[in-house]
């Protein structure tokens, strides 16, 4: 196990670099923190073996002759309902999973299908290969269509959970335009969706159709059968517009949801935050911040990661400091992912021995780092021309048998190139392959670019 080593006390206890006082609420002394896992790996365990399939072949036959030696043997009512679920797993059509039923049915006159039955016919209806050949063909919707039949035969009625049921099994099976028609379909002649299957397939289409298709959805939806989004669904909406950058309609869709009568949450107010820092528009989050508390939404500790991540990415690294001291009087006690952004904005304006002071302070309050830390650190150490410190800082992660990112790698292999240590950057290279930290090919690729920009540089007088 590694510890920090001697040389790096010096900038961590630095009195001009940390003040823990303004930052954390007084704790009781706890023991050390051990800065990294222990280098021995425990054993893996035992993978539990699993039991043989009591249906190896999809022959109908072969699987009526296996269920009636069973129920000549059994006196479980519940047992075919488990018999025709492990046999609709493997069966090759919809009809002869429903042929399968008929024949339970037959041999055990007691038996009465209900929903559950049909439901696990459902549910399998679309995994069979006709079904998945094609997403545009219509044989998934007929094999729902064929199972819904038999169910209203048996005579029992479709509800909202059925729906639920063969709709996720049509999304599963990516028939996403057969699942709108169905759902449409079960709210004119049976029942309207829940709350549940409209969301779903609400996220659904927000992933594979345009905005326009699904906000057209939503109104067909709400005019023709009555079912209304609710305040998850203008999550999902407005998750799906930050994701793709378009903030202007995220806080449209704010302004919609308060005129429905919804009051937007801390993750609402989250998800639009991430979306400005993530553009490193860091004022606008700010402004978000504000409004949720105007609006007597109490900040969670996503939120102020989140903020500190994109003052911390747009350079204001003071301001993220102020935060940090906010969220820490507000009773949330910074995480590693708290710390990490802190420290990765620290190093962006070249303040890596802050940074890595922060490490200590980290440490002191009991909270662990993680590889991502000590990556971001060995990176800005690095980008600071720190080139000692990194490489000392590199024996923490090589003792801890931690791995290196990509770009942490590059950067230290460029790094001792560029200063003629070119045997250690070989080492590096090959505790980046050991460690699995890399693929071959890619640690390779890193130096042997490096390499021929040094024997470049070296030709036209440009290093030593």
Not at 370 to 378: D, I, P, R, S
Not at 386 to 409: C, H, Q, R, W
Request: net charge positive; hydrophobic share 35%; with cysteine.
């Amino acid at each position: 196990m590694g510890k920090i080593p001697p040389s790096f006390r010096s900038a961590i206890g630095n009195p001009n670099i940390r003040n823990p006082s303004s930052l954390f609420r007084p704790q009781p002394p706890s023991p050390p923190s051990k800065p990294f896992p222990p280098t021995k790996k425990k054993s893996p365990k035992p993978i539990p073996q699993q039991p043989n399939p009591l249906f190896k072949s999809p022959n109908l036959e072969d699987a009526k002759k296996i269920f009636d030696s069973i129920a000549n043997s059994s006196k479980d009512p519940r047992f075919p309902n488990s018999l025709l679920h492990s046999y609709a797993k493997i069966a090759t059509s919809t009809s002869d999973s429903v042929k399968f039923l008929h024949h339970i049915t037959k041999t055990l006159p007691s038996f009465s299908p209900d929903h559950s039955t049909f439901h696990i016919l459902l549910s399998h209806s679309c995994t069979n290969p006709d079904s998945n050949s094609n997403p545009n063909s219509n044989s998934a919707l007929s094999a729902i269509h064929q199972t819904l039949n038999s169910m209203r035969a048996a005579g029992v009625t479709p509800d909202a959970a059925t729906a639920d049921v063969s709709v996720r099994a049509l999304c599963s099976a990516g028939h996403l335009d057969h699942a709108v028609d169905l759902i449409k379909e079960f709210a004119s002649k049976h029942c309207p969706p829940d709350t549940y299957t409209f969301n779903f397939l609400v996220k659904h289409l927000c992933k594979a159709r345009a905005l326009s298709t699904v906000y057209a959805f939503i109104d067909e939806m709400r005019e023709k059968f009555g079912v209304k989004p609710d305040l998850v669904t203008y999550t999902i909406l407005i998750d799906n517009v930050c994701n793709g950058k378009n903030l202007r309609e995220a806080m449209r869709l704010v302004s919609v949801l308060h005129e429905e009568g919804f009051k937007p949450d801390c993750f609402v107010y989250n998800t639009i935050m991430k979306g400005y820092c993530v553009l490193s528009r860091g004022s606008e989050a700010i402004e978000v911040y504000n409004k949720m508390k105007e609006e007597g939404v109490e900040p969670d500790l996503v939120t102020y990661n989140t903020l500190i991540f994109g003052l911390s990415k747009s350079g204001r690294v003071v301001e993220a400091k102020k935060l940090l001291r906010v969220m820490t009087e507000k009773g949330y006690l910074p995480d590693e992912v708290t710390y990490t952004t802190l420290m990765n904005g620290m190093c962006r304006k070249g303040e890596a021995l802050a940074a890595l002071a922060l490490l200590g302070e980290m440490e002191g309050k009991g909270c662990s780092p993680n590889e991502c830390t000590y990556n971001t650190l060995l990176h800005g150490l690095c980008k600071a021309r720190l080139l000692e410190k990194a490489t000392e800082f590199y024996g923490v992660i090589k003792e801890g048998g931690l791995k290196l990112d990509t770009a942490s790698y590059g950067t230290f292999v460029r790094a001792l190139c560029r200063d003629g240590r070119v045997a250690e950057a070989y080492e590096v290279f090959d505790y980046a392959v050991a460690s699995k930290s890399l693929t071959d090919v890619a640690a390779y690729l890193t130096l042997e670019s490096t390499l021929k920009w040094l024997k470049k540089a070296k030709e036209q007088g440009l290093a030593v």
